[in-house]
């Protein structure tokens, strides 16, 4: 079993509300990324994504795309992610990573090599975009026979079809995008996405987080009244873009720490 599973427990034993962290590796710079991952668990992240760089990140927005850039100018790439989890294991042992982004690098070295490299790292989890649910069974075991996670996205525009497929594939949760668009697009319609995870509900029987539009600590508890977890990520790498180098550490850390204070009260 990965981390997470128990992590989602604990918080369900407590009556809180998940809170998944989104950084990208690499970015500002690599001697960044461990205090950055440690800084978000210290302000009371519950899981961590870590986004593996990528040159055409059809996912996000304009500000982890330029995280993406940032990154990619120190050479960051796959092998050096699971070193960055290496190293944040030899302080913290117990927080889950997931590691997040795209096929290109893991077909790449191939699959067995990815799910060996993540299991050795100490990574719980991975999120590929643009792996869909029913073309990538074999993979999806392949992670779970390793106690790994394979975390699926949900989105407004998802057919019922899809939703029994990430059931039926899926591991550590479910990823619900409340927005059609990109990353850090838009404002969250709560009522819109308390319908709609709802109706995932009928089917996925493991947490469900809610991403991609999460701004602020009201946004925050108005989408935890619905969701396990909330996911934030643009938000964050604005914190991180808009703050002198050597401050960003104590920036993400407070404000990792406004939103638990928004989730807890």
């Known amino acids: 079993m990965s981390r997470i599973a128990p992590t989602f427990s604990a918080l369900k034993a407590h009556n809180k509300t998940g809170l998944v962290t989104f950084i990208t590796a690499g970015d500002p710079g690599p001697e960044l990324t461990v ?48 070193g960055f989890v290496r ?3 030899e302080k913290d042992q117990t927080t889950p990573v997931v590691l997040m982004g795209y096929a290109n690098p893991i077909e790449r070295i ?8 993540a299991k050795e790292a100490g990574a719980d989890g991975a999120i590929v975009v ?23 996205l949900l989105a407004p525009t ?52 809610v991403g991609f539009g999460i701004r602020d600590g009201a946004t925050a508890k108005a989408v935890a009244q619905v969701a396990d977890a909330v996911v934030i990520g643009s938000r964050i790498i604005q ?13 993400v850390r407070a404000f990792t720490t406004s939103i638990r204070t928004a989730l807890d009260n």
């Open 35 to 82: 205090p950055l991952m440690h800084a978000l668990v210290e302000g009371g992240a519950n899981v961590l994504e870590l986004g593996v760089p990528f040159s055409d990140p059809m996912a996000e927005g304009p500000v982890i795309q330029r995280a993406c850039e940032r990154a990619l100018q120190f050479n960051i790439g796959l092998k050096d992610v699971f």
């Open 87 to 89: 190293q944040f294991r």
């Open 110 to 117: 191939g699959q067995q090599e990815f799910i060996r490299c």
């Open 130 to 152: 643009d792996y869909p649910p029913e073309e990538c069974a074999d993979f999806a075991a392949a992670m779970r026979e390793a106690d790994l996670d394979l975390i699926f």
């Open 158 to 209: 998802s057919t019922v079809e899809r939703v029994k497929q990430v059931a039926q594939h899926g591991g550590g949760f479910s990823y619900y995008v409340s927005l059609k668009g990109v990353t850090g697009s838009g404002a969250i319609d709560t009522e819109d996405v308390a319908r709609r995870v709802n109706a995932i509900r009928e089917h996925v029987k493991l947490p469900i987080g």
């Open 239 to 251: 914190e991180i873009e808009s703050t002198p180098k050597d401050q960003a550490v104590d920036a």
